[in-house]
């Protein structure tokens, strides 16, 4: 688990090495282990790392190939290399097929071999997470690549035939080579949304490669001549008509999921895992001390406020599996204290994720490099109520031209008379074209109207966003597939990598093997639908967690923002979204208006209406960023 950085086309050689020396200064946190440059005809590329596997020099990056022609830089997991490295020890029918001279232990050297033998085709070898770019010194090309999943980040501009790429954004601003200005599109998104959706970025210019995208640079360094080419999808996966007997699907789900964690217990330093009190990561806890010879090291946050405090739930599984537990119990003045921290860590903006610095600090002074996550299992087994909310919609959309001019009159009086987050959603669902998932998904994941935001940016255009359902997969597996691409890696992965890597700690998700992830998306509605929370995880692994872990409702871990914005936090968010009202293009009435209306319990405003934008606010100034 590292960091990446390169600069491709700066003809000056030797600026061009400054620059990715500083970039590489830019992610020390991501990889304090090591660090190294590579200068090459016309390429330099940088690398910071964090040992996990094969800890010793040989495993410094960048990597060059034996023959000299290619160098790699590399951030991430291949957990299914040591099973390549011994088809890669064997030679095939073919000129070029021939058996690879390893000299490391890593699975770095394992991604060379696979480039050097199956070319882009490798990248369906594949079982990891990562963000990776090779260089060819014959071809004079560069070869950029990003996991299935979007787990790891990669981002990257183009410019005055000069292309640069980063695991940051920060450090893609070190360059100096970009203006530090924002993308009118993207600030609309993340005002609607909390956060940019990829391939865009707060930063005009700047790109995020999408999951399961790669991209081959060559000679024109253009940003339109850069075309990132799909070579996987959760849309590939296509529903299964021949339905398999329930009991024979839940063994299946154990099967794969088991083999998941399994893969993802290869390190070669000290792990754990992040318990809550939900069935997520239970259910990887316990498949962690079935598979393990140890005791599991696992932690969870607490907090003295009862509404906010998981750590009875979690401390059942705990017990139950002798796990070497560590409740790390929190005041508000503790959390308070990290909060400077956490957003000085923010690498993109985003309204949410303070949580996983927070966790992510505490396992690592327990002294552990890696930790297991259950992130994922929600998205993919329907846990969310959005759901069940969706789906039904989905099954009356054709019946939307004749209900929605009879919920409009209702719907608009309902938000006059109750003004709330659920009453202004009703009103816009009234105004859709349709009820199709296209619509019904975004309005679903909206924190703010774009009506409301198109007020506040003084803006009339929006982004007109497509899901990319496809019609070849049941209802639940389209919402997945909406989550999987939009809310899960734009949101949540972006978060938990961009924390946990601020303190050095690398997090593997094993519900997002993608193994895991074709079966289930090609599962049908009838097998999935969530009649209780997550039924089709919980029948499968029921045995395994308490009764009260499968009983209880679900709840998000969160913190009790909406207390400390109006005590503890008031100065902070107050200055920053009046700061943020005075930005030019700006609607300075309808910003102050919805802070007030938070100040005034308006149950229309809740907290994270207001958040989002003291955080942008602050991630703007601390980074000198122009609207």
């Known amino acids: 688990m590292c960091g990446i950085n390169g600069i491709f086309g700066l003809e000056d050689g030797a600026r061009a090495e ?115 770019a090779i260089w060819d010194n ?40 970009m203006p530090r200005k924002t993308n009118l599109t993207a600030l609309n998104d993340y005002i609607s949304f909390q956060t940019v959706h990829a391939p865009l970025t707060i930063i005009d210019n700047i790109k995020m490669m999408l999951p399961g995208h790669y991209a081959m640079v060559g000679k024109s360094k253009s940003a339109e001549d850069i075309q990132p080419v799909k070579y996987w999808s959760p849309l590939d996966a296509e529903e299964d008509k021949q339905v398999k007997p329930y009991k024979e699907i839940c063994r299946d789900i154990r099967e794969l999921l088991t083999s998941a964690v399994e893969l993802r217990l290869v390190s070669d330093v000290p792990f754990g895992a992040f318990l809550s009190g939900g069935i997520d990561s239970g259910i990887i806890v316990a498949l962690m001390a079935q598979i393990m010879n140890r005791r599991v090291k696992t932690f969870t946050v607490s907090f003295s406020e009862k509404e906010f405090d998981e750590a009875p739930y979690s401390r059942q599984v705990a017990e139950k599996y002798g796990t070497d537990h560590h409740n790390i119990n929190l005041s508000a003045e503790e959390c308070l204290e990290e909060l400077p921290a956490a957003l000085a860590a923010m690498d993109h903006p985003g309204g949410d994720g303070i949580n996983s610095y927070i966790v992510s600090k ?19 087994f329907a846990g969310y109520p959005l759901f069940r909310r969706l789906y039904r919609l989905e099954k009356i959309k054709a019946l939307s031209p004749l209900l929605k001019p009879m919920l409009a009159p209702p719907a608009a009086l309902y938000y006059a008379l109750k003004s709330s987050p659920a009453s202004a959603k009703l009103k816009e669902l009234s105004m859709l ?24 940016l003084n803006c009339k255009a ?35 990598d961009q924390y946990s890597m601020a303190n050095a700690l690398e997090v593997r998700v094993p519900f997002l093997d993608y193994r895991l992830v074709e079966y289930v998306l090609a599962l049908n ?60 293009g700006f609607n300075r009435e309808e910003i102050l208006k919805l802070w007030n209306g938070f100040l005034r319990n308006d149950s229309a405003t809740p907290w994270y209406k207001v958040w989002h934008l003291a955080v942008l606010e602050n991630w703007l100034e601390k980074n000198k960023v122009e609207c």
């Open 138 to 177: 014959r071809e004079q090309t560069l070869f950029i690549a990003r996991d299935r999943l979007g787990i790891k980040p990669l981002y990257y501009w183009a410019g005055g035939n000069v292309f640069a790429f980063s695991s940051e954004l920060r450090a893609l601003l070190e360059t100096g080579m």
């Open 18 to 132: 400054e620059i990715v020396v500083r970039m590489n200064s830019a992610l020390a946190h991501r990889g304090p282990d090591d660090e190294g440059t590579f200068r090459g005809s016309g390429v330099v590329l940088g690398h910071r790392r964090l040992s996990i596997i094969d800890l010793s020099k040989s495993g410094s990056q960048p990597m060059t190939t034996p023959d000299g022609r290619y160098t790699i830089v590399y951030n991430g997991e291949l957990y299914n290399y040591k099973a390549l490295k011994l088809e890669l020890q064997r030679a095939e029918a073919g000129a070029d097929a021939v058996p690879y001279p390893f000299r490391t232990q890593t699975d770095t050297e394992v991604i060379l071999a696979a480039y050097l033998r199956w070319g882009t085709n490798c990248l369906t070898h594949f079982n990891g997470m990562f963000g990776f």
């Open 525 to 584: 509605d009838r097998v999935k639908y969530p009649h209780t929370p997550k039924k089709l995880l919980a029948d499968a692994f029921g045995a395994l967690l308490p009764p009260a872990i499968l009983e209880r409702k679900k709840t998000g871990f969160t913190l009790p923002w909406k207390r400390w914005m109006k005590k503890e936090l008031m100065t902070f968010c107050e200055g920053n979204i009046k700061n943020f009202a005075e930005r030019d």
């Open 433 to 456: 074209p349709d009820w199709n998932l296209d619509h019904t998904y975004f309005l679903s994941r909206q924190v703010i109207s774009r009506e409301q935001a198109i007020k506040m």
């Open 462 to 496: 929006t982004y007109e966003r497509d899901a990319e359902f496809s019609s070849l997969q049941g209802i639940l597996s389209r919402i997945s597939t909406a989550e999987l691409n939009h809310y899960l890696p734009d949101i949540l992965l972006r978060d938990t």
């Open 362 to 380: 505490a396992a690592k002074e327990e002294g552990v490099t890696m930790a297991l996550s259950g992130l994922g299992g929600d998205e993919l």
